[in-house]
């Protein structure tokens, strides 16, 4: 990769994209002579399969196959990994992957402060990054760079893309990247944007409480039913064969004005017991207010609340993938 500033500055398409500093997220770098063999055996994806230039989705669960974390992995060399998860649950996932990493030759830490993600987003984000780096990844989790600084494609259209730059060796960059494109310091377009494309984040709030098939992440290819044991695979694999989900990840849009956040049940008219769960929530300065809520289908068809006596219930939006109920 190569700096090209001045071009950078100039650049028009940052009009049609934005840059947010993505402060709610975490990276754990996980390094030595074990870790792919450690990882590979913790992780619900197949990280032996994982080829040089591609990112992964994964799910670290508890024996009961319950989700404690989501990460995005990358590999950055033989002996060197970097896992992107949510700050909210940083220390909880190097706490459990720390009493598994004992008596394997391998190191789990937090990435150094000066790791800075950033997030651009919009139809003019690939031209605006192709002013500032010689080569960008191709189609959905593609990546390119090094240690240093590396760009993450998180859709198939190239509209969004993940910044992981090293604030010291490139915060030429950051600085040029903050001149060239318009600032959502809340951070509200970025998360509006990951809710539409239907890929649920775990956090502190939904630690250890939901089954990958709630969260669809088998549909999100965050779940490999082929490769061996990870804690909670029978669990996971019992549902995928010999069983349905009976709720499933569904988005969902909000009365305008309210505020739903992770973790709230979902009411039926009238009653107390929840019937739904939102599991992410967003909203931005219009007042739309956007959740991806986990549910079956006779709640989300006869209208999920936000309390038992609310009048307006939550409206369903369309994923850009099928969900399939059981």
Not at 5 to 19: D, E, V
Not at 94 to 123: C, H, M, N
């Amino acid at each position: 990769m190569s700096d090209r500033s001045a071009a950078a500055s100039n650049t028009a398409p940052g009009a049609t994209s934005t840059l947010a500093e993505l402060r709610r997220e975490a990276v754990i770098e996980v390094t030595g002579r074990d870790a792919l063999t450690f990882l590979h055996n913790q992780a619900s994806c197949d990280l032996k399969q994982l080829a040089a230039d591609q990112a992964t989705r994964g799910t670290f669960c508890n024996p009961q196959g319950r989700v404690l974390a989501d990460v995005l992995i990358l590999c950055l060399g033989p002996e060197h990994y970097r896992l992107r998860l949510r700050r909210s649950i940083l220390e909880s996932t190097l706490e459990a992957l720390g009493r598994f990493a004992l008596f394997s030759k391998v190191t789990l830490e937090p990435a150094a402060e000066q790791l800075q993600l950033l997030g651009v987003q919009g139809p003019g984000a690939r031209a605006a990054l192709e002013a500032l780096f010689d080569s960008l990844p191709e189609g959905l989790l593609g990546w390119r760079g090094d240690a240093g600084a590396t760009v993450v494609q998180l859709d198939e259209a190239g509209e969004a893309f993940e910044l992981w730059l090293d604030a010291t060796a490139r915060s030429d960059l950051a600085t040029t990247l903050r001149e060239a494109l318009p600032a959502d310091d809340s951070e509200s377009a970025w998360e509006l944007a990951g809710l539409r494309r239907g890929v649920a984040r775990i956090t502190a709030a939904t630690r250890g409480e939901l089954l990958p098939q709630q969260l669809n992440y088998d549909l999100t290819g965050h779940i490999n039913f082929r490769k061996g044991c990870y804690p909670g695979q029978e669990v996971i694999a019992r549902m995928h064969y010999k069983g349905k989900a009976k709720r499933r990840l569904l988005l969902m849009q909000a009365p305008a004005g309210s505020a739903p956040a992770d973790g709230d049940s979902l009411y039926l008219a009238g009653k107390d017991s929840p019937a739904g769960q939102v599991v992410n929530a967003a909203s931005d300065p219009d007042g739309q207010v956007l959740a991806l809520v986990t549910t079956t289908d006779s709640a989300a068809s006869e209208g999920l609340r936000l309390a038992p006596g609310d009048e307006q219930s939550l409206s369903l939006v369309e994923l850009p993938y099928p969900v399939p109920f059981g």
